[in-house]
């Protein structure tokens, strides 16, 4: 619930075990009060810190007391005795880029709005502050949610213009955190391309840590998320706030250390390469971010993230649905393939239980290599023939659905779209624009080349029985331009996201009933926008069963397994070549929505048995993957262990699944602490047939055995006997 109290000016916003408060000074400014653990609604004027400190600046007609520089601030502007990172940065018609933000009014509203032109979460009673700069006609709106049955608040900002001049953002952070000392530790999700969300984590020092992106991506080289933790957090206890921008383009988040040795954290919107004019009357939106704040280490920030966008992000015509369970082409044929050949894979599925068959890149255009065709989404006849009708009915008699795969936002030099529309590229002319994966990206600022986009990919999904989409996105952005921006180029990159969000939100809806699955070169635009609109991911073109128990691990920080998108694929490994038994890959792969990608046709019979079992294996635990409580037991990062359980929410059931990397003879104990069981229930596990409490469980574990060789794994079903 959200209260105003009207004596001492202050907002109480509660969320389940969350307070966050805030005043308004008498000043006329936004001070920051708390936030964290759930405390009563008590007057808190008395933790006011504003000593004078020498060399500042002070408010005019203050006194020595109201410096900005000591001040916590809901937000801090530029240029008015605040040093410290600010969230918003202004530049009027003259130059002038100093504003003086003073509280005008609020309201609180019972069904937050949707965010204008942006993904945002459903529900949650919302707060809207109005701040208003006299001089320059700016009126800043911030806007706060809460969700009463979860630790989280959500915030966004929208700047409107009522002068008759219009003025610049050339800063539009979403949210600014003032913590009253600076013994935090943070936690980021930084990686690569095959190596996507790897955990890290750092203690903050003076200066500004940043974690953010500047390549038109939300990027698999930094997550937009942030968490500050403190020292002795841990997977189960302490401290824990978890930021997650909902947003797929160019992020920033900084925590800042200064010389009152506390942190400000701050982010949103990327602020290199971002200027954005607004004009008279218009309003400028700001993504929204997601704020958890947990006081059971990670694991209990993790579960909040889980289940706020299981029930108020992602789609809910799919998000706790039974997922398809794919075969995909990629890794099995490349580019490669005739129907033939496709139609053998559907033949020897079927009957595994494997329900979807998802025909990957190189369907379209002329597009046998990686070089050509994209932007020409029109049936590739010289490959396919008769089209995609026969391979569609083909699946459909073995009973699978079919799937197929799209990279709307880009075009090859050598296709016919290019060759009529050279110009519809992100380019600035005179400069020869770079390529990626010899692609070009589309200028999603134009109004044209989204509808293009939406027309020809609507077309073939209206011509065909298609049931599954898989929308990638292979390159970053350059040549950050478009013509019709002149001199306001810097709107580019947060324009070209707009574009997709229009494509996507007219393409998804446009086909209701069509499960879109998003990708970009695997896992590099993984983020919460995304899911709202894909309610599964492609996790990383990298399906090494080792590999993915960091990369699952470190995504499952802030998303929920469901979200993540998991191959069983072959060995040796495409990507590094390691071999790993099949059932580790499917049991990794079954902590996430599964799905296979090889070459099924020259699979054995006993191999094809072993997807079979593999799939009923996954069926039996699918219910955990879309609802359950994740717990990480065991960091691969860490330790020679990889260890994960999900747990019904009743505490009825759960599995567990653990894997060891690297076979050691007389090596360390495989001890394994189970987490998430009611210690008072008695439980069964099944495969040890032991029947003990879960307070024996968590306490003394297991020991578990495995057999010799590397990446073996283990699973257990953990049932409630009494
Ligand atoms: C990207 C995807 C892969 C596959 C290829 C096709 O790399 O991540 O899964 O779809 O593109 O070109």
Request: charged content about 25%; overall charge negative; some cysteine.
């Amino acid at each position: 619930m959200i209260y105003f109290e009207k004596e001492n000016q202050t907002f109480y916003l509660e969320s389940k075990n969350v307070s966050y408060v805030f005043c308004v000074q008498n000043l006329g400014f936004l001070n920051h009060l708390y936030y964290g653990k759930r405390i009563p609604r008590e007057d808190l004027s008395f933790s006011v810190f504003t000593k004078d400190r020498g060399h500042g600046a002070n408010l005019p007609n203050s006194g020595r007391r109201e410096s900005l520089d000591i001040y916590h601030n809901e937000c801090p502007t530029f240029g008015r005795s605040d040093y410290r990172e600010s969230m918003l940065a202004f530049c009027d018609h003259l130059g002038v880029r100093v504003v003086d933000l003073k509280y005008v009014g609020h309201e609180i509203i019972n069904q937050k709005p949707k965010l204008k032109g942006m993904p945002s979460l459903r529900g949650g009673q919302t707060l809207i502050v109005k701040l208003k700069d006299e001089r320059m006609g700016a009126i800043v709106a911030l806007h706060y949610t809460v969700y009463e049955n979860l630790p989280v608040i959500t915030r966004h900002i929208e700047v409107f213009n009522e002068s008759e001049n219009a003025f610049s953002l050339d800063r539009a952070f979403s949210f600014c955190i003032d913590y009253p000392d600076k013994e935090w530790e943070t936690i980021t999700l930084p990686g690569a391309h095959l190596r996507e969300r790897v955990m890290d984590r750092n203690k903050l020092i003076h200066g500004t840590f940043t974690a953010d992106s500047n390549r038109g991506v939300s990027s698999s080289q930094m997550n937009p998320f942030l968490a500050l933790v403190r020292k002795d957090t841990n997977e189960n206890q302490g401290d824990a706030y978890g930021f997650n921008l909902v947003y797929s383009g160019n992020f920033a988040f900084k925590a800042h250390v200064g010389q009152n040795e506390e942190v400000r954290v701050v982010g949103g919107l990327n602020d290199y390469d971002f200027s954005w004019e607004v004009k008279p009357n218009e309003k400028f939106v700001a993504p929204e971010v997601v704020m958890v704040y947990s006081d059971e280490g990670f694991g209990g920030m993790s579960r909040a993230f889980h289940d706020l966008y299981r029930d108020y992000l992602i789609n809910d015509r799919f998000v706790k649905k039974t997922r398809p369970i794919v075969i995909n082409n990629w890794e099995a044929t490349y580019f490669d393939f005739d129907t033939e050949k496709l139609c053998k894979i559907i033949d020897s599925v079927a009957g595994t239980g494997i329900d979807t068959f998802v025909l990957d890149d190189g369907w379209f255009g002329v597009r046998n290599h990686d070089r050509s065709g994209l932007g020409d989404w029109f049936v590739n006849l010289n490959k396919l023939p008769q089209g995609l009708t026969p391979i569609i009915r083909h699946a459909h008699k073995n009973g699978l659905k079919f799937g197929l795969w799209f990279e709307p936002e880009m075009v090859n030099g050598d296709s016919d779209l290019y060759r009529a529309h050279p110009d519809w590229v992100i380019h600035a002319d005179g400069i020869e624009a770079c390529v990626g994966r010899d692609q070009y990206v589309l200028d999603l600022t134009r109004k044209e080349v989204c509808d293009y986009i939406v027309n020809s990919v609507s077309k073939i999904l209206k011509e065909n029985e298609i049931d599954y989409v898989k929308w990638d996105m292979n390159r970053p952005l350059t040549e950050n331009y478009s013509a019709w921006l002149g001199k306001n180029s810097k709107e580019f990159s947060h324009r070209y996201v707009l574009g997709l969000y229009d494509i996507c939100e007219r393409i998804v809806n446009g086909f209701p009933n069509v499960f879109f699955e998003g990708c970009a070169s695997g896992g590099c635009r993984f983020d919460p926008a995304m899911l709202y609109y894909f309610p599964q991911i492609w996790t990383s073109d990298d399906s090494d069963a080792y590999m993915r128990t960091f990369i699952q691990y470190g995504t499952s920080l802030c998303y929920p397994v469901s979200a993540q998108s998991c191959h069983v694929s072959v060995c040796p490994n495409h990507q590094c070549g390691r071999v790993t038994p099949f059932q580790t890959r499917a049991d990794i792969a079954h902590l996430g929505a599964t799905g296979y990608e090889l070459d099924t046709s020259k699979l054995e019979q006993n191999e094809l048995g072993e997807i079979k079992k593999q799939v009923e294996q996954y069926k039996a635990m699918e219910d955990l993957v879309l609802h359950g409580d994740l717990y990480r037991l065991n960091n691969p990062l860490q330790e020679n262990l990889f260890a994960e359980m999900l747990v019904s929410k009743d505490k009825t059931r759960a599995i567990l699944t653990v894997m060891r990397p690297l076979c050691k003879p007389n090596g360390e104990r495989s001890k394994v602490y189970l987490k998430g069981l009611d210690e008072n229930t008695v439980y069964n596990v099944a495969e040890l047939d032991l029947t003990k409490t879960g307070a024996t469980l968590m306490r003394v574990g297991l020991n578990i055995g495995f057999p010799m060789g590397d990446f073996q794994t283990k699973t257990f079903t953990i049932t409630k006997v009494s």
